[in-house]
């Protein structure tokens, strides 16, 4: 019985099938952009958590901010919180300036960082090639070289090397080191892969006053970074004097950046869901229009035999394969938006597995809604009435 | 076998009621051919909507086979319609997105017999009514004359008790006319059915055995032609 409804409404769609295409376009943009929005919010929320996984959650920043500009930490200072706290395991402060970069008739500007030895464990840098600085070579002329800078600094005859020479101001300095690119992650300061590291000491010599203002910590997996941090101010509180301790945690940054990513897919969802209820209402339209010019056939199916409910079936059967056929279609459209979206960004394109069937679901659920109320008009029609109509 | 007893049938028209049929008492048996004839305005569109279940009576008893059938319920007088009465219409009214066959099986197929015996019953039907080589054509590809015996079988498929014919001749042309005349004495006799024939055509209603004249609102037995 059902499928032979279901035959006859699709035969009965494919009969006006412009007014079929129009109510379903409206439902497979609906459809459409519910799905890419909801694939777009989880594209975006992904990204976000690849771009920690990298540095990893487990990561303080601190920086000292004092009334005029930044602070500076003391070095012996940093380097004691892991004794003093044993929940940081690891710390490393650096120096931040900025550099020119000369090599065989080639410029590379970037940042650059003065950094002890421990800043590649904490920060996760893997070396492409050669090592990063070490704590015996704090005054020797070395640099280490992100993948972006040594890239910009390669002549096509000449590329950077562990060993190549490079000139800065007044010094030549020698690659020892290159890194893997990274992802930038909203936890460092700077672009890692654009990025020149030197030894502290060296820092002195290229700038007239460097501040050791930033540091960045490595804590205990299952430390609780609010606790930490709280140790962290009130052991640099009598340290610092006029001068402030401002403090970020990955995982505190994290929930806050996936709390607003939710929020940013459900407001990405509503919108979808307006175009959705849109197409819904187009829907409603094009079957009102279809009870009111079928009227005669509604009559003679009555006379006939046809029960109001069988024709309550009907029409709502040609609501939902509408609605159906649209979403699929949505679904398709919405998926392909979405992975053209990824990849126009550069982002990593996740499949949502709960796409095609939120996708069909919804647009039954639409079918179904905005299909009741022609279908019930169509049902309740009087008989007599409806075989008089023209 | 058809009773009706008195049946009255008022319309609301402002704040008064006009009355259509004022006590039309009847008794039509299987197997007849019977017209009803009238002018315009004397209630035949409202006696055949009465005897088709398509509308109650203001009073009065009707009975099917000696089933009353004004008790009925929405629900239930769909069934009753299904099983006792057959519709033929003067623009026959087919399906237009329907097969010959799909269109005549239509009312088996709302009794909720399966889909093959519902489309043997068609076809079986379709040959009966001359059409054995028409089942898969769509309304639109065939005549006036065979749309009418596609109706024809579409409201004789189910078996019922009565098929009520609102002027079945009146959009064809008189060859045509004699030829659906000729297949309602055939299937009258052929199936034991008893054929009510609502028109104001003097020359149908002469083909009929039993005519029958409203007027007034009240209905008068015409003497044999």
């Keep these: 019985m059902l499928s032979r409804v279901v035959v006859e409404a699709a035969a009965n769609l494919v009969a006006s099938r412009q007014r079929s295409a129009l109510a379903l376009l409206g439902i497979l943009i609906g459809a459409a952009a519910v799905i890419a929005m909801l694939n777009i919010g989880a594209i975006a929320r992904n990204e976000t958590v690849r771009q920690f996984r990298q540095l990893g959650t487990d990561v303080l920043t601190l920086r000292v901010d004092a009334p005029s500009g930044l602070g500076s930490f003391r070095l012996a200072d940093v380097e004691a919180v892991p004794q003093e706290i044993p929940a940081v395991l690891d710390i490393a402060p650096f120096v931040l300036g900025g550099a020119t970069l000369l090599h065989e008739g080639m410029t590379g500007m970037g940042t650059q960082l003065g950094v002890t030895a421990s800043f590649a464990s904490v920060a996760r840098l893997r070396l492409r090639e050669g090592r990063f600085i070490s704590a015996h070579d704090r005054f020797e002329l070395y640099i280490v070289l992100g993948a972006g800078l040594a890239q910009q600094l390669s002549a096509p005859y000449a590329p950077v090397r562990v060993g190549s020479q490079l000139r800065q101001g007044r010094y030549v300095f020698t690659v020892i080191g290159i890194l893997e690119p990274v992802l930038q992650s909203p936890m460092m300061p700077v672009d890692v892969d654009g990025t020149a590291f030197v030894s502290i000491a060296n820092m002195r010599r290229l700038m007239p006053d460097p501040q050791l203002s930033m540091a960045v910590a490595r804590i205990h997996p299952e430390a609780d970074p609010g606790a930490v941090m709280a140790a962290l101010q009130r052991s640099f509180a009598p340290k610092l004097r006029d001068a402030t301790l401002s403090l970020q945690s990955a995982k505190q940054l994290l929930a806050g950046m996936q709390g607003q990513m939710q929020l940013f897919t459900l407001l990405l969802g509503t919108v979808g869901g307006i175009a959705l209820v849109l197409g819904g209402v187009g829907v409603m339209n094009i079957m009102l229009v279809s009870v009111a010019e079928r009227k005669r056939e509604i009559g003679v199916r009555l006379a006939i035999g046809a029960a109001p409910g069988d024709i309550r079936l009907l029409f709502l059967a040609e609501a939902v394969i509408l609605s159906l056929a649209g979403g699929a279609l949505g679904v398709l459209l919405g998926l392909g938006g979405a992975y053209a979206f990824a990849g126009a960004s550069g982002w990593q394109y996740i499949f949502s597995p709960s796409a095609a069937p939120l996708g069909a679901g919804v647009s039954v659920a639409v079918g179904i809604f905005f299909g009741f109320y022609p279908a019930v008009m169509a049902a309740r029609l009087d008989p007599i009435e409806a075989l008089r109509s023209e | ?225």
């Design chain 2, 1 to 225: 076998m058809l009773e009706l007893v008195d049946i009255t049938r008022s319309f609301r028209v402002g704040p008064g009621t006009m009355p259509i049929l004022r006590g039309v008492t009847l008794r039509l048996e299987a197997g007849q051919l019977v017209s009803i004839m009238g002018g315009s305005g004397s209630g035949k569109s409202t006696l055949m909507n009465i005897i088709g279940l398509l509308d109650k009576p203001t009073g009065g008893e009707y009975r099917i086979d000696g089933q009353d059938v004004l008790q009925a319920e929405a629900r239930a007088l769909s069934r009753l319609r299904n099983r006792l009465i057959g519709f033929v219409f003067q623009s026959f009214f087919l399906l237009p997105r329907l097969n010959a066959w799909r269109n005549v099986a239509l009312p088996l197929q709302y009794r909720g017999l399966p889909e093959a015996e519902a489309k043997r019953r068609a076809i079986a039907m379709l040959g009966r009514v001359g059409l054995a080589d028409r089942v898969e054509h769509m309304p639109a590809m065939l005549s006036g004359g065979q749309k009418q015996r596609v109706a024809i079988a579409r409201a004789l498929v189910g078996e019922p008790a009565v098929v009520l014919a609102d002027e079945p001749t009146g959009a064809l042309d008189p060859k045509v006319s004699q030829e659906i005349m000729a297949l309602f004495l055939a299937l009258k006799r052929e199936l034991n059915v008893l054929i009510l024939i609502i028109t104001h055509d003097p020359g149908v209603a002469a083909q009929c055995e039993r005519r029958l004249l409203l007027a007034e609102g009240t209905i008068a037995e015409q003497p044999p032609c």
